[in-house]
């Protein structure tokens, strides 16, 4: 694997356990998912496998080379997209992408190339040669994307990169992304986009108060989840109680939703079940759909209030 | 060769974040001199011929210092708060290059405020100035120095703390520091005070060279200046390299 990381534990000096025994392997062609809560311990992650921050304990590798103790080779093989906005106000987006690349130790000319494709692939020319102080949130975070992709490192990392795109130039952004890994860099995305990350990512670790709870393809999580499909129930406001699933599974309580994973032979079932419950007034409607990777994550790490019984249970019934 | 490299690419990023700051800094800066240059004789209506001079020259300095102690320390805070420093280190480039590169771009904001101050004094009181040629290497040190110190503040200090201290050092430098008055007119022990700390050494070093004719040039001050100086490059560099 390119990227392994073992056993990463940071303490900060407040005593917040950010990461708490954290063992991941990135493989080169890979895009690689990191998903949780906000406070989950994913930036935490990713600044320690950059550089900026320093592991309390455990090892990073890349190509087997030890990046805890090599801090300026950890920032030479990644290149990173960062969650704050990136400092270009000044910059026109053609500017900041040609530094950038340079600084990474690409040639002049082969910068130019290479950014004037990455700004078509993005759809980015309009704004090419504007001011980036004058640009939308959405289109600096595309040219910190393509920053981070013009001379890319052996490790991408990517922390939140479709934060106030919209959704056409997302779709754009993902096909880089992919067309990264498969230029063969390995591609760490952190997000708390589920329902993307289900669609862009080979595998995925969810992260929850500094510790790995699942890991693996997105169809194997929701193999894990015991259902292939959901029946989300919408609760009536004056309904006083969950209704308790009947088919072994745990019904997931979110806001004022339910839910509730129904194995494939039991549709039927599930929607009689569910009529019944809206003829007795306790849910106002209900849907019936494939299961998604956000229900397997809201099964893990949903609501506060779903955790951490609920988590146990899920899974007990997924082994059951 | 990597150092050049990155240091010139730096410059360059760097440059152009401030380009739209630059002309603001410069009519700040002017107005600061202005300020100085036209007040003080209001407050004092008859102003002696080394008073006159002391503000002549005083007001270069405070220039200087506000740039680099007071605006330097508070933009660099802002950076650090808003994670824009931490991208800059994870670039991957020298944190020598990084730190040279920003020092050098700061000391062109601070530099043509001087020559604004200088001439804003020699006009206002009809000055001829015998300026040393010694003046080049005194501003750069000057201004060195003020930047390295208040890089050093803003790297150590959280941001709001950096806010409340800059605003203390605005007040301290206009009123308290032997810039536009000779150190002798203050308290012995306020004196003593200001012997050690770098600002009453770069007030005498920037008279000692726009008006050597008036002022001596006391190398002791030089001596204040590169200690300072180390000092706060070597901080800087500290927390700059330093993984939390």
Known sequence: MLLQ???????????????????????????FGLLGHNGAGKTTLVNQVVGLLKPTSGSIRIDGRDMVADPGLARRLCSFQAQAQVPIDGLTPRQAIDLLGQLRGTARTEVERRRERLIDALDLGAWQDEDAARLSGGVKRLVAFAMAAVAPGRVVML?????????????LLWRQVRTLADHGAAVLLVTHNVIEAER?????????????????TPAGLKGRLGAALRLELVLDPDASEIPASPFGLSAVPVGNRVMVGVPMDAAGQAVAWAESLKHAGSVEEFTLGPATLEDVYVALVGGAEARPAQVEEVFDATAA | MQL??????????????KKNYLPLMMA?????????????PLLFPTLDRTSIYLIATGAPAISMVSVGLVALPQTIGEQKAEGSLAYMRSLPVPRL??????????????????VLGVLVGAWRFGLELQVSPLVVPAVLMVALTATCVGYAIASILPYMLTVVITQAIVVFVF???????LPDKLPAWFEAIHSVLPIQAMGEVTRGTIAPNEFGLPLGAFLTLAVWCFLGFGVTYAAMSRRG
Not at chain 2, 175 to 181: A, D, N
């Open chain 1, 200 to 216: 862009s990512v080979d595998r995925l670790a969810i992260l929850d108060e500094g510790r790995v709870i699942a890991e693996g």
């Open chain 1, 5 to 31: 990381i073992e056993e990463l534990t940071k303490v900060y000096r407040t005593g917040v356990r950010a990461n708490d025994g954290i063992s991941l392997a990135i493989g080169e062609g890979e895009v």
């Open chain 2, 175 to 181: 009123m308290f520091s032997p810039l536009t008055f």
């Open chain 2, 28 to 40: 700040v800066q002017t107005l600061f001199s202005l300020g100085i240059v036209l007040g003080y």
């Open chain 2, 4 to 17: 050049l490299r990155s240091y010139r690419l730096l410059v360059t990023w760097q440059a152009l974040r």
């Open chain 1, 159 to 171: 922390d939140e990169p479709t934060n106030d795109v919209d959704p056409v130039r997302r779709r």
């Open chain 2, 97 to 114: 290059a990084y730190l040279v590169a920003d020092l050098t771009v700061w000391m062109a904001i601070v530099i043509p405020g001087v």
